[in-house]
Each structure stands twice: as structure tokens, then as C-alpha cells.
């Protein structure tokens, strides 16, 4: 009987150490997790948010303000700002839309026209504006790509034919 309780109390010990074991190298796995993840993904989110936020309040100059050079030599800013304008205010009847963001996805080595420059590290992102205008409710769904240019996170749209 005195051997059956040590050998009981062994294999307890030992499940009990291997459980100890299994979650000290759990806990190290999410650790090392957290340490090699760059936030970059989250960085890209928050400047789509703004992007959008001022596109909703109506601040098309501030969100041009966040465009990577490829989209401010595209649009000149009062341009982009009177078109914006012309076409969500006044065209559809609206004057604001709600959205959402999807998940940060990296792509690499994209081109926003073929005429431009591979960008390296980019970010797409689905964004999905709904509107209430004077022609009904709808949604654009549209893939934004962010990107770092210099020390600055911008955003871009895609303009090339899809190969």
C-alpha cells in the first residue's frame, strides 16, 4: 500500500511539473510575442482613424495633410479639398458618414500607379463608409494602404490595373 502512495504521489508530481513547464513556456511564447511585434499594424490604424475622422467632420485639407507624397502630387490641395466637398456635400446630399476599419494586413512592393515607385512595407487596410444621402443609404468599401515616409505614417489609395 506504502508503494502504491509514492508511486501516486510521483506521477502527481510529475504531471504537476510538466503542467509547471507547459505554462512557463506559454507565458514565455507570449512574451516574446509581444516583444517582436512592432505595433506597426495598430501605428497604421490610428492614421487611417484620423484620416477618416476629419474626412467626416468635413476637414478635407487636414486630412490631405496625411497623404504620402505619391497621393499630394496627384491631388494639389485645394483640388482635392473643393472636390471632396463638392462631391460628398453637395452632389450626394450628405454632410457626414460613419465607417469602419478593417484589419491591418502588410503587403510589400506595391505600386499605387505604374508609373510610381515600388513602396516597401505598406499596410492595406479595408475601409467601409456608410452614408445616408438624398439618392439612399450605401457603403463604399474601398482597400487604403498606409504607409511610413520618413518618420511620418501616410496614406495612400491604389490606382494601377490589378495585373
Sequence with gaps: ????????????????????????????????????????????????????????????????????????????KSTYVQQRAH??????????FTFELGEPQAEYDIRTEQSVDELGKVYRITVTQHYQTRFG???IVQPCYVTQEGEEWRVLWIYKDKE
Design 87 to 96: 462631391v460628398f456635400m453637395q452632389d450626394m446630399g450628405t454632410d457626414t
Design 1 to 76: 500500500m506504502l508503494f502504491r502512495r509514492r508511486a501516486a504521489s510521483a506521477f502527481v508530481r510529475k504531471l504537476l511539473y510538466f503542467a509547471l513547464i507547459c505554462g512557463l513556456l506559454w507565458l514565455l511564447w507570449l512574451g516574446l510575442r509581444g516583444v517582436m511585434s512592432t505595433g506597426e499594424g495598430d501605428q497604421a490604424v490610428e492614421v487611417l482613424n484620423k484620416f477618416y475622422t476629419m474626412e467626416q467632420s468635413g476637414n478635407f485639407g487636414g486630412s490631405w495633410e496625411l497623404f504620402h507624397s505619391q497621393m499630394k502630387n496627384k491631388f494639389e
Design 137 to 139: 443609404n450605401f457603403d
